[in-house]
């Protein structure tokens, strides 16, 4: 007959949790029938649990690393709440597949093609690559720079007269993923030493 | 600024490969360039890591991993990282007893261990507060009735405590016991989270840099019916039923016998057909049925039946109960005689 250790650690020790979780083994019939040691115990009581949980609320280790700073009064993680992606997405959706785009990113849209930017009920959602390699047939890519995402650079002009008048969807991209692109807002000039003189000395 | 930043992509690729085949979710990337006018949705291969090509913005960048079902269409934010040039870098692993590896777990009585490991904090005084301090929130949230955590609206966990970190390196802290509310301290379920958030300054709000979480799960409870204390088997052994409730998602559960009173560490006779194996992600409920276990019980005197269950915390008694073995007839009688 074996007796199995009859240990009560397993408690707040830093040292004694590590051993414990080491000690973890997979649970199966075979690892009783091998007679692993583990530790028995009655289960836990609620008051058991009661009292240990008022102590490890005096003790909160968040509480002892030092206060909290900045807006303690708001949570915010609040903010990443209520955020949905198809809400932030263009849909492209084509003969029962559905992919989700950033908006901005669709350069041109055809009207015969807008049917295509809403999502059918039973629509299996691809990734983009997948997707864009189904319907090449309508969809067209335009690589753009970083710069001309940000609006800080103009797309080409032979780019812009290309797919105005184009027949399929262009969607910009920057190294192969969709991206939005903000209209590009050419820099005010700031008037040289020159134009001031000038202008101050007309009468 | 033209620091490339690395992606998520390398836990969330073996999210991705795992979950998308199974479940029918695909996973998006999305880099958004703070303060979210323009985003990018980054092509990755479904394992691996790589550095995001698209440098960010003087104000930062975040990276969402968002799940999206099909049918109905259907977006799950699952992780949420914001990166900036002198914003430090910060990690969440939480550890408990179960090797679970899918989503960190436990158990309503046992511990678990949060590591926090701070990367880019400065030192210089006169760096901004965002620079040199980030937020660490704990979360706690009740899983109530059936729910198991799929379909909860995380936006309702209850902010428990909150501290600041203004130190690099490893931040270990210690939980003995989970805080998440319940009036039955063995019953109850839910999740923890532990999250770091940088400090809000002139370019950014507060952004969540790491967060991780555990769930946690009730203890198991069982009800014991066709045997009490000190009931005597004169005869056949009784039929015993046991219902058991909340197993744990990774259990053996059983019965056993041994002469004598109840003892703890005592390793009996298992009951043949009374056991019960679980291998799942969330409890489960069951029963165990003792029937002709007359085997067990070869000779007359006391005996104990104990139902156990075994866990990666180690082995919980869920009840015992002592019993006598009394086979042996007696017969009064009386010899007389004629003479």
């Given at each position: 007959m074996i007796r199995f250790p009859l240990s009560s650690a397993m408690r707040t020790n830093f040292l004694l949790f590590a051993i414990a979780t080491a000690s973890v083994l997979p649970v199966s019939a075979q690892d009783l029938a091998e007679g692993q040691a583990l530790q028995m115990r009655d289960a836990a009581t609620h008051d058991q649990l009661s009292q240990s949980l008022?102590?490890?609320?005096?003790?909160?280790?968040?509480?002892?690393?030092?206060?909290?700073?900045?807006?303690?009064?708001?949570?915010?993680?609040?903010?990443?709440?209520?955020?949905?992606?198809?809400?932030d997405s263009i849909i492209l959706c084509f003969r029962g597949?559905?992919?989700?785009?950033?908006?901005?990113?669709?350069?041109?849209?055809?009207?015969?093609?807008?049917?295509?930017?809403?999502?059918?009920?039973?629509?299996?959602?691809?990734?983009?690559?997948?997707?864009?390699?189904?319907?090449?047939?309508?969809?067209?890519?335009?690589?753009?720079?970083?710069?001309?995402?940000?609006?800080?650079a103009p797309l080409p002009a032979e780019a812009r007269a290309a797919f105005e008048t184009s027949t399929s969807v262009i969607v910009a991209t920057f190294q192969g993923g969709p991206i939005s692109v903000k209209p590009y807002v050419q820099p005010e000039i700031a008037p040289t030493q020159s134009d001031e003189t000038s202008s101050t000395a007309a009468p | 600024m033209n620091r490339h930043l690395p992606l998520l992509a390398l836990l969330l690729g073996a999210f991705v490969s795992a979950e998308a085949q199974s479940t029918g979710y695909t996973f998006f990337i999305r880099q958004t360039q703070m303060p979210g006018d323009v985003a990018w949705d980054v092509p990755v291969t479904q394992q691996g890591s790589q550095q995001s090509p698209l440098a960010i913005n003087p104000t930062g960048a975040r990276f969402d991993l968002w799940a999206v079902r099909s049918n109905p269409l259907a977006s799950t934010l699952v992780d949420s990282t914001y990166v900036q040039s002198y914003v430090p870098v910060a990690s969440v692993d939480i550890v408990s007893e179960d090797p679970y590896t899918v989503i960190p777990r436990t158990r309503a009585d046992r511990p678990f261990r949060v590591n926090i490991v701070m990367q880019g904090l400065s030192s210089d005084p006169t760096a901004p507060a965002a620079a040199k301090s980030v937020k660490l929130l704990r979360h706690v949230q009740a899983y109530t009735g059936s729910e198991y955590g799929v379909t909860i609206d995380r936006s309702k966990a209850t902010l428990l405590s909150q501290g600041s970190l203004n130190s690099n390196g490893s931040h270990p802290?210690?939980?003995?016991?989970?805080?998440?509310?319940?009036?039955?301290?063995?019953?109850?379920?839910?999740?923890?989270?532990?999250?770091i958030y940088s400090l809000a300054d002139y370019q950014a709000p507060e952004s969540q840099l790491a967060s991780k979480f555990i769930q946690v799960w009730p203890m198991a409870s069982i009800s014991v019916a066709g045997m009490s204390a000190g009931h005597v088997v004169k005869g056949h052994a009784p039929e015993v039923n046991a219902v058991l409730t909340d197993l744990y998602p990774s259990s053996y559960t059983y019965a056993q016998v041994y002469e004598g009173g109840p003892r703890l560490g005592v390793e009996g006779t298992l009951v043949p057909g009374a056991s019960v194996v679980i291998n799942s992600s969330i409890p489960q409920n069951n029963s165990l049925r003792l029937k002709d276990w007359d085997a067990t019980i070869p000779t007359d005197g006391q005996w104990t039946l104990e139902i156990l269950t075994k866990t990666p915390f180690g082995?919980?008694?869920?009840?015992?109960?002592?019993?006598?073995?009394?086979r042996a007839i007696k017969i009064n009688g009386t010899v007389t005689s004629v003479d």
């Open positions: 008022r102590m490890a609320q005096q003790n909160d280790p968040i509480r002892n690393i030092g206060p909290a700073i900045g807006q303690v009064e708001e949570d915010p993680s609040l903010a990443l709440a209520g955020r949905d992606l198809v809400k597949n559905l992919t989700l785009l950033p908006k901005r990113s669709v350069l041109h849209l055809p009207e015969s093609l807008k049917s295509r930017f809403e999502a059918a009920d039973d629509a299996a959602v691809v990734p983009w690559a997948t997707f864009l390699q189904n319907n090449r047939g309508w969809i067209r890519t335009l690589e753009v720079s970083r710069e001309q995402a940000m609006g800080e | 802290l210690i939980y003995t016991v989970t805080s998440i509310p319940g009036a039955d301290r063995t019953k109850v379920k839910g999740e923890e989270r532990f999250s082995i919980d008694r869920l009840a015992h109960v002592s019993f006598v073995v009394d």
